[in-house]
Nanobody, 128 residues
Framework: VQVVESGGGLVQAGGSLRLSCAATGSIVSIDAMGWYRQVPGKKRELVAAISSGGRTYYADSVKGRFTISISRDNAKNMLYLQMNSLKPEDTAMYYC?????????????????????WGQGTQVTVSS
């Protein structure tokens, strides 16, 4: 499975960005997918996740501002993160992750150990 993120960039506080993640390859068995972020020197943080059944989870820090969504077909899974009302503290490298099990969704592990595949990340910078 290959995971590739896109859509990051520089935006002013209060603005919006939409991140995209394409998961290709042997994706039929992919269940949960999620978005993580990391700032240099800090631990990776779970931002949002979605289960195979479409249940969603958001970190408290982004609830009401971010929306995770997914489209699935046999060839590709597309995961999105719509980010509105962005704040400078949202600045981070954002990573997309895919798991063969919904346990990754339900565990909500901050480190993302239950996810099997990760992208290279896309940088989001929010200026004040």
């Amino acid at each position: 499975v290959q995971v590739v993120e896109s859509g990051g960039g520089l935006v002013q506080a209060g603005g919006s960005l939409r991140l995209s993640c394409a998961a290709t390859g042997s994706i039929v068995s992919i269940d949960a997918m999620g978005w993580y972020r990391q700032v240099p020197g800090k631990k990776r943080e779970l931002v949002a996740a979605i289960s195979s059944g479409g249940r969603t989870y958001y970190a408290d820090s982004v609830k009401g501002r971010f929306t995770i969504s997914i489209s699935r077909d046999n060839a590709k899974n597309m995961l999105y993160l719509q980010m509105n009302s962005l704040k400078p503290e949202d600045t981070a490298m954002y990573y997309c992750a895919a798991s063969y099990s919904d346990f990754a969704y339900f565990s909500r592990n901050a480190g993302g150990d239950e996810y099997d595949h990760w992208g290279q990340g896309t940088q989001v910078t929010v200026s004040s």
